[in-house]
């Protein structure tokens, strides 16, 4: 139980297009989703949080008009990255909590989406 | 700023178990200890969590110090699946909504 997909899993696209990223909570309803964002050999870094049907809350130094996030759903969020650039290259991973019929502080990750911006 | 110190990098030998300590000396009364591993291009993969109590589960064992300020993220049989990034984490619940802040993380190398 308690399985997260994204899709795609990797987006190659060119500079200055948009990228859309989805995240899903399969198995169950996921209250609040998350969105990071990682470069090679470095952690995880929390871009923002969003609550079903609210505006996302972003972390300092996010650009919430350049990442726009939608979280339509109690099973779907999406992360779309707008007017891309090489710099934005990077592996996106969302996390979903809710009830998973476990520990409801307990984040469960998809398996990242690899964008690479040419 | 992360709350958790890990060391960056350990070794252990194939079958041997393996300790992962974690300091998080700024913990409040209500943060949770929470531990995941991910594998190289991955998402997390959630270990085990906790508060006070040592924690056993299927995939490992928490021990938690009796000042909560360190805890101790057991592997007792380690096998070369378990080769992986693993991270000690406080759930941020000043937003109220349980932010995960990630530190830099223990790379552990499992020896054949």
């Known amino acids: 139980g308690a399985v997260v997909s994204q899709h795609p899993s990797r987006v190659i696209c060119k500079s200055g297009t948009s990228v859309k990223i989805e995240c899903r909570s399969l198995d169950f309803q996921a209250t609040t989703m998350f969105w990071y964002r990682q470069f090679p050999k470095k952690s995880l870094m929390l871009m923002a949080t969003?609550?079903?049907?609210?505006?996302?809350?972003?972390e300092q130094g996010v650009e919430k008009d350049k990442f726009l996030i939608n979280h339509a759903s109690l099973t779907l969020s999406t992360l779309t990255v707008t007017s891309a650039h090489p710099e934005d290259s990077s592996f996106y991973i969302c996390s979903a909590t809710g009830l998973a019929g476990g520990f409801p502080e307990t984040q469960y990750f998809g398996p990242g989406t690899r964008l690479l911006v040419l | 700023d992360a709350k958790t110190t890990q060391p960056n990098s350990m070794e252990s030998n194939e079958e041997e178990p393996v300790h992962l300590p974690c300091n998080h000396s700024t913990i409040s009364g209500t943060d949770y200890i929470h531990w995941y591993r991910q594998l190289p291009s991955q998402g997390p993969e959630y270990v085990i969590h906790g508060l006070t109590s040592n924690v056993n589960n299927r995939m490992a064992s928490l021990a938690i110090a009796e000042d909560r300020k360190s805890s101790t993220l057991i592997l007792h049989r380690a096998t070369l699946r378990d080769a992986a990034v693993y991270y000690c984490i406080l759930s941020d619940t000043t937003s109220g909504t349980y932010k995960y802040i990630f530190g830099t993380g223990t790379r552990l190398k499992v020896l054949a």
């Open positions: 969003s609550n079903e049907g609210s505006k996302a809350t972003y």
